[in-house]
Each structure stands twice: as structure tokens, then as C-alpha cells.
């Protein structure tokens, strides 16, 4: 994403950086989050601050806000967080499509070399797109889970903050990678992304899912439970058993 672009405008400074790139990304995210119509006017004059050319920044912007695929749906603490990493990914997307596409066309490009490149590209856009939708149906599937199965814990320093707790299980198999077999078992925090992400969002086949708290107080990502989860009473309250 941050590799040297052979062609450069002549006007801007030569070196790309980690640091620069997470600026723009954020900038990004701000004018994608307008939503029905995010600026592409302004999305298009920001790439072009940053060694993308014209023809490549039209392209990618125009690549990127012809989905409208932002459902308004009531969302949980899990699906909010993840609108807001997907809203991130998208800026990054979107940043590195534009490059790409500066680098393969360079300046002046042909009609013909930008419909290659931007068949290309709607691959990848494709690919970004279902990543999207895998994390959000995970996340949501927690914030459903949690409503329906989750235990609580109560950390005695925040005793006022009862925290909702569910169980992490893998497909135990000889296709199980490593990240998915260790977290098997363990509970999260249904309001915390573990590190390794979300059930089922660990790897591309990942077929983890969230489910009722393990009678454990192992986490995920380590370190214990204050203690072992329970069953709440507001939780039976809003879901009586039949
Ligand atoms: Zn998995």
C-alpha cells in the first residue's frame, strides 16, 4: 500500500508514509460516513493531495460510491464497532485502489488500459465487499447471541457495570487452524472484539460461532473472567425460557 509510485507528479513530495497514510485514511472515513452521498468532489481532490492522479482517483471514488449497501438496521454494541472498522477498511480500500490504479495508468491513461484496470479492480472491490458483509453478519450474530444466550460477570472494581459474557466454539476438525482451536472454549466480552477478531471472521473459512458462556472464566484473549459467568436476570427476564 505504501510502495514507491514510479510516476509522480511533479509537485509532490517524494516518500510515502505509514503515518501519512493513516491521516488520509481517517480523512477519508469522514467524508465516506456521509452518508446517502458521501462529497466525491472533496474525496477526489484528497487522493489527488497524495500521488494519486486525477484519472485514478475518478475511477476509485466512483468504484466505491456506487454501492449503496449501508443498510439502516438497529445495531448492537458489536455491529456499531464493527460499522466503524468497516467504515476504516473501506477508506483503506479505497486509498489503495487509488494507487493501484496510478500506478498501472499512470497520467494519461488510454480508455482501453483504464477499463483493464478498473476490471481488475472491481475484483477486488468484490473481494472487499464480502469481507464487509462476513464481519458484519459475525458481528451482529454476537449482539443476537448476547441478547438470547449471554451470561453476565461483575467486576468488583466497576460494580456498577455488569458486563455481558459469551462462549467461543470452533469446529473441531483437522481443517481448525490454530487461532480458532486455542480460542474453543474460552468465553469474551460481547461488547469487546477479542483480538483475534469476532467468531467466524478470524480467516476467510473461519467457522467459529458465538454461543452461551463456557462454564470457564478463560478468555479469548487471555487473562481470566473477574469470575464464572452467570445467568442474568435481566437477561431471563427479556428472554423467558419456554
Ligand atoms: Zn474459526
Given at each position: 500500500m505504501t510502495a514507491p509510485v514510479p510516476e509522480q507528479p511533479p509537485q509532490q513530495p517524494?516518500?510515502?508514509?505509514?503515518?501519512?497514510?493513516?491521516?488520509?485514511?481517517?480523512?477519508?472515513?469522514?467524508?465516506?460516513?456521509?452518508?446517502?452521498?458521501?462529497?466525491?468532489?472533496?474525496?477526489?481532490?484528497?487522493?489527488?493531495?497524495?500521488?494519486?492522479?486525477?484519472?485514478?482517483?475518478?475511477?476509485?471514488?466512483?468504484?466505491?460510491?456506487?454501492?449503496?449497501?449501508?443498510?439502516?438496521?438497529?445495531?448492537?454494541?458489536?455491529?456499531?464497532?464493527?460499522?466503524?472498522?468497516?467504515?476504516?477498511?473501506?477508506?483503506?480500500?479505497?486509498?489503495?485502489?487509488?494507487?493501484?490504479?496510478?500506478?498501472?495508468?499512470?497520467?494519461n491513461p488510454s480508455r482501453e488500459a483504464l477499463t483493464e484496470a478498473l476490471r481488475r479492480?472491481?475484483?477486488?472491490?468484490?473481494?472487499?465487499?464480502?469481507?464487509?458483509?462476513?464481519?458484519?453478519?459475525?458481528?451482529?450474530?454476537?449482539?443476537?447471541?448476547?441478547?438470547?444466550?449471554?451470561?453476565?460477570?461483575?467486576?468488583?472494581?466497576?460494580?456498577?457495570?455488569p458486563r455481558r459474557v459469551l462462549g467461543w466454539r470452533a469446529v473441531m476438525d483437522d481443517r481448525t487452524t490454530a487461532d480458532c482451536r486455542a480460542a474453543h472454549g474460552r468465553n469474551f466480552y460481547a461488547d469487546q472484539e477479542p483480538r483475534i477478531g469476532w467468531p467466524g471472521t478470524v480467516h476467510v473459512r473461519c467457522r467459529c460461532r458465538p454461543v452461551a458462556p463456557w462454564p470457564t472464566r478463560r478468555l479469548v484473549d487471555g487473562g481470566l473472567l473477574p469470575h464464572l459467568p452467570g445467568r442474568t436476570r435481566e437477561v431471563a427476564a427479556s428472554n423467558p425460557r419456554r
Open positions: 517524494q516518500q510515502s508514509n505509514a503515518a501519512e497514510d493513516a491521516a488520509i485514511v481517517a480523512a477519508i472515513a469522514v467524508l465516506l460516513a456521509m452518508v446517502p452521498a458521501p462529497p466525491i468532489g472533496r474525496l477526489i481532490t484528497l487522493l489527488t493531495q497524495h500521488r494519486v492522479s486525477r484519472p485514478a482517483a475518478r475511477a476509485a471514488v466512483a468504484l466505491v460510491t456506487s454501492t449503496g449497501r449501508d443498510a439502516v438496521l438497529p445495531l448492537g454494541p458489536a455491529a456499531q464497532g464493527m460499522q466503524r472498522t468497516n467504515l476504516l477498511r473501506r477508506a483503506q480500500y479505497l486509498l489503495a485502489a487509488a494507487k493501484r490504479l496510478t500506478r498501472t495508468l499512470g497520467t479492480e472491481r475484483q477486488y472491490w468484490r473481494q472487499h465487499l464480502h469481507a464487509s458483509d462476513r464481519r458484519t453478519q459475525a458481528a451482529a450474530l454476537v449482539d443476537s447471541t448476547a441478547d438470547t444466550a449471554s451470561g453476565q460477570v461483575i467486576d468488583p472494581r466497576e460494580p456498577s457495570q
